[in-house]
């Protein structure tokens, strides 16, 4: 996590003085970015996809169970709660919350029914 945070903040900091506040070594962040990322990391880039992807064409009003279920559907093996995990993790990049949108049609006050 040291090392994400020093690559977000490179432009603002130099790098070898935020290695010794934060106790890395500079040698170390450079390893770290030339390293692929794991396999795990790459699956959830996948799903996160899928997720953008589906929760965009639906204009906003699917929700993390039905996403869920559709993404099981295609044959994707994901946990219900990863699918919202995924979305509101603070390592995405854009928070978009998987609450659908209420579309009710408006009544007038007094009218019953």
Known sequence: MTFGFIEAEKASFPINRMCRVLGGSQS??????????????????????????????????????RMHRDLMDEGHEIGRHQ??????????????HLRPELRRAHRPAGLSG
């Open 83 to 96: 699918v919202t995990y995924k979305e509101n993790s603070r390592h995405s990049e854009q928070r978009i």
């Open 28 to 65: 170390g962040f450079f390893a770290w970015q030339e390293r692929p990322a794991c396999r795990r990391q790459q699956q959830d880039m996948v799903y996160l996809g899928h997720i953008r992807t589906a929760f965009a064409l639906s204009n906003g009003t699917y929700g993390s169970p």
